[in-house]
Nanobody
Framework: QVQLVESGGGLVQAGASLRLSCVASGGTFSRLTLGWFRQAPGMEREFVGA????????YYSDSVKGRFTVSRDDGKTTVFLQMNSLKPEDTAVYSCAGGWRKGSTTRSDYDYWGQGTQVTVSS
C-alpha cells in the first residue's frame, strides 16, 4: 500500500516561491505517476502537475505552466512541487496523489492520496 506524506505549505506573499515535498513509501514506484492536486474553498479539486516515476515525464495544467515545476529525487522517493511567482488564486490545500495511469490529469485515476498541505498566498 503506497503512502504519501506532504510537507512544505505555508503563508507567503504574492510573487514569492514555495516548495512542497511528497514522500512516498510502502510500495513499488517504477510505474507510478505522482501528481499534485489542489482544492480551494468552495471549489472542486483540480489537477496541478504530475511526473511519471519511470522516465520522469512531466505534465502541467495551463494555469501553472511556466510557474510550477514537478520533479523527483530518485534516491529518496520524494516528489517536489516548486511553485514560483505565486498568486493569491493559488491559495488552496495541495495534495500529492499516486496513480497507475501514466500522465493522467484526472483525479479518479489516482488511488493514493496524502493528507494535504495548506498554501496561502496573500496579496
Amino acid at each position: 500500500q503506497v503512502q504519501l506524506v506532504e510537507s512544505g505549505g505555508g503563508l507567503v506573499q504574492a510573487g514569492a516561491s514555495l516548495r512542497l515535498s511528497c514522500v512516498a513509501s510502502g510500495g513499488t514506484f517504477s510505474r507510478l505517476t505522482l501528481g499534485w492536486f489542489r482544492q480551494a474553498p468552495g471549489m472542486e479539486r483540480e489537477f496541478v502537475g504530475a511526473i511519471s516515476w519511470f522516465g520522469g515525464s512531466t505534465y502541467y495544467s495551463d494555469s501553472v505552466k511556466g510557474r510550477f515545476t514537478v520533479s523527483r529525487d530518485d534516491g529518496k522517493t520524494t516528489v517536489f512541487l516548486q511553485m514560483n511567482s505565486l498568486k493569491p488564486e493559488d491559495t488552496a490545500v495541495y495534495s500529492c496523489a499516486g496513480g497507475w495511469r501514466k500522465g493522467s490529469t484526472t483525479r479518479s485515476d489516482y488511488d493514493y492520496w496524502g493528507q494535504g498541505t495548506q498554501v496561502t498566498v496573500s496579496s
